[in-house]
């Protein structure tokens, strides 16, 4: 039987329960939290394959159980063309700063990209949300897996984390990346 981790990134066939409209990052049946607290100034990665070749204009994202606290200075969420150590090699997709994101719980919010981007099967990619803010961080939906944080930093990465960031990078080294168990879900429209 596969590892369910390398199946999630499969790309050579559709999950039985993908979405019919729209790419999840991973199957959405293996959603364990919603408790991903973001963190000021922590860029949040999930890596995925491209499975469905589509022009991608917009990115569903899901609140959890603390939304975010007094206006944040920064919400925004990229989509980084990557390969399998992590490297986020060019931005291609990102939404506007938009500080009332994420200020409900347990609530899915749609955002469209500044310009869409085209989506190749096969394509490695990397979405991260980054969140600015002096007061309460907000939290997200997704996964945990119950694996040591190096296996999930394995080639091909599933998830990372960079900290310190202002605003969305252009690129970013793996090796300036930090490894995390926790993966924030998100739908690519």
Known sequence: MPDILNVLDASVSEFPS???TGEESFMRELVTVNSIAMGNQQLRLTYCTIR????RTQVRL???AVAAGATPTLVRFGIWRSNDDGDLLELLASTPNDTALLNST???YTKSFSAPFNAQRGM???GGLLVVTA???PQVCGSSPAHNTSQLGAAPRLSALLSSQADLPATAAAGSLTNTSLRPIFVLL
């Open 18 to 20: 993908s979405l019919t």
């Open 52 to 55: 469905k070749s589509a022009t």
């Open 106 to 108: 347990f609530a899915d």
């Open 135 to 137: 007061a309460t961080a």
């Open 124 to 126: 490695r990619v990397a």
């Open 62 to 64: 899901s609140s959890g």
